[in-house]
């Protein structure tokens, strides 16, 4: 096998904002040194994952790695649904990345699957804090989704979307209390809480 991927979505749960799919590969066999001690995103400061994502697109620049982090919409996932959204960024990134499948070896976290032509693949539960492939393919995703929720945050400014980039919180909910939803909220996932 050449190319080792990793992959993890971000934002499976929020009631708010897209869900987002990270693909990472290693080019070059060198490119693991320049991530030695990185840990999944859930573990980062948001300021430690700026970071790290800073040394990624620097080790994309030197063509030691690549990755594509995709997102669903909040329409897509209110209409067809969180799973089909998932499924849709998976396939996306990993075609960005351009890797034959039979060239690839590839590593997901938690339930995620490849599609069929990915023969070598395999499921790792808690694979994040597991392979470090996994973990850079988190950070690529969080750090993306959480920029655009800070945006979003700019366009709806009482909604905190900057502090909770759309999780349930308490004043998240307080705030759809207040204000009604905006554009942005999965009003499927809102369906199931007694707001």
């Known amino acids: 096998m050449k190319y080792l991927i990793g992959i993890d979505e971000v934002g499976r749960g929020p009631i708010a904002g897209p869900v987002a799919v ?3 590969v290693f080019l070059k066999p060198s490119a693991k040194n320049f991530f030695k001690g990185v840990k999944e995103s859930k ?3 948001e300021a430690k994952r700026e970071e790290w994502f800073k040394k990624i697109q620097e080790a994309q620049k030197l063509g ?4 594509a982090v995709t997102f669903q919409s909040e329409k897509v996932i209110d209409t067809k649904g969180i799973s089909f959204a998932i499924k849709k960024c998976l396939a996306d990134s990993l075609s960005k990345l351009k890797i034959n499948p039979q060239d690839a070896k590839v590593r997901l976290d938690g339930g995620l699957k490849a599609p069929a032509e990915y023969t070598n693949q395999k499921t790792i539960i808690k694979g994040d804090a597991k392979e470090t492939v996994i ?3 988190s950070i690529c995703a969080k750090v993306l989704r ?17 502090v909770h980039k759309g ?7 307080k705030a759809i209390k207040d204000h009604g939803t905006t554009p942005l909220h999965r009003l499927s996932f809102l369906q199931k809480t007694s707001i």
């Open 135 to 137: 973990a850079l393919a």
């Open 43 to 45: 573990q980062l400061s």
């Open 146 to 162: 959480d920029r655009k929720m800070r945006e979003w945050a700019k366009k709806h400014p009482n909604y905190g979307f900057e």
């Open 22 to 24: 990270g693909a990472f």
């Open 64 to 67: 030691l790695i690549n990755f």
């Open 167 to 173: 999780y349930g919180t308490k004043g998240h909910y």
